[in-house]
């Protein structure tokens, strides 16, 4: 359509690159949270952190790996924009790991409940309350209903309450203790009863530190929540300290990651030669492709969501190995793993980082003789590209289908576009459907973003803008700069929204800031 703003199903062979940008690959269970600040009051003064409170964590929450509802932190919400957003969390947590409720504004309690304030409130006695406010115990029922492994709720919300007036509340302000259902931890900004501080620097002492510990490796929940409250404690020299409600909690949760290894080894080389650095796992090896082993071959040429290496290693574009350093370590890898196909797959990325397209493609036949689907991958991307070889879409179509079929998504991305464009084979945007959301399932946000763009255009799908916002919504938690692009094309042309043109430009330039070509250009283009 003339005069949209441009938007793009895939621009180069490797689909992952289109999300470049990201800090690391996705956790393993999904994370969903929705992220609510309210500032502006209309009946009582204005408060002048919860907004910036609200952006702070739920920048925090996305670097983390969550799936924050609305794309980001939802401000100043009036009642009937909390009961939305309640209602859009609700159906974010259906197949959800681990939900996420923060809350920063005015809470209140009344007969020992809690409730939190909607900018609109103007509660004359308790009735008002019931009516205008949001009970806390709602959200617990909803979150435990979900069926989620495990429930966190963070309330900074235990200011000064400026409806203490009103009969029936209690006088002291600040909220009453809750009792933790199954599987949950409630944390508050202070002890039940007392009053938390705003602090003087644009954001209270409370989510303060709580973004700060949440981003710590190998914090569990438990000493997360005890480093806040020592840090809140030192930062209001004693007179605010966080309280933590909790049932038993089954596993572990690590909001950035699991503890670093025990122990590592370091096998001695030759002399005068750097061994690469092995990491020590508790657990064996259980798997042919030990992915329990992590070399300096990995860190330095592992590829994005890469099925064949560990789950939690981030991989590396390409165009961004140090060859020299990368040919050392896969060298010594492979001379000290023989039997470990991964790092001869990964010297062949190091190969076609030099533009060694005869020894990428020599190293990339040897793996996937051995079953190494990413290597099969990558011999289909060179076909695409014409990299060393003569372009031969039909060729690159085989590989892509042969590795998507040992079920490596970024495969399935690739074939998938292959299907959508018919380039090797019949154009059927079905089978392009399915491959995409098998990516998207496993994970991976050019499938997110792919499969968006087919529900805008109504491509194998019926049009739906409120599929491909969620899509792209996904994507974006996930730091996928092509999704953030997608949901500027979204609200800059008000498909499935109202049309919010300052939505749709910091959209555009999120994905700016990642490097997406087609967001800078969106932003030089947009209507006035």
Known sequence: MAGRIAIVSRLIVSAFLMCAGMGSAAHAEKRVALVIGNS???AVPALPNPTADARLMSDTLLSLGFFVVGGGAQLDLDKAGFDNALQQFGQQLAGADVALFYYAGHGVETHSLNYLVPVDAHPLDEGDIFAQAIGTAGILDQMEKSGTKINLVLLDACRDDPFKDIGGKSKDGGLAQMQAPPGTLISFATQ????SLDGDDGHSPYTKALADTMQRPGYGLFKTFNEVGLAVEKATGGSQLPWVSSSPIAGNFYFAGKPAPAASTQVAGPPGTTAPIVEARLSPSDDNWRRDLITDCDRLAGMPYDTGHAPGLPGIEVDKIDVAAAARACNDAIAQYPDVIRFTFEAGRVAMARKDYAEARRLYEKAAADGYAMAMNNIGAMYEGGSGVAMNYNEAARW???????????AMIDLGWQYETGHGVSKDYAEAVR???????AGVPAGMNNLGLLYMGGKGVARDYDEARRLFEQGAALGCAACMNGLGAIYNDGDGVRRDVKVARQWFEKAAALGNPEAKQNLRGMRK
């Open 192 to 195: 039940p009863r007392s009053v």
């Open 40 to 42: 502006a009051y209309r």
């Open 435 to 441: 491959l995409y959301e098998a990516a998207a399932k």
């Open 400 to 410: 892509y289908g042969k590795a998507a079929a040992a079920g490596e998504p970024i």
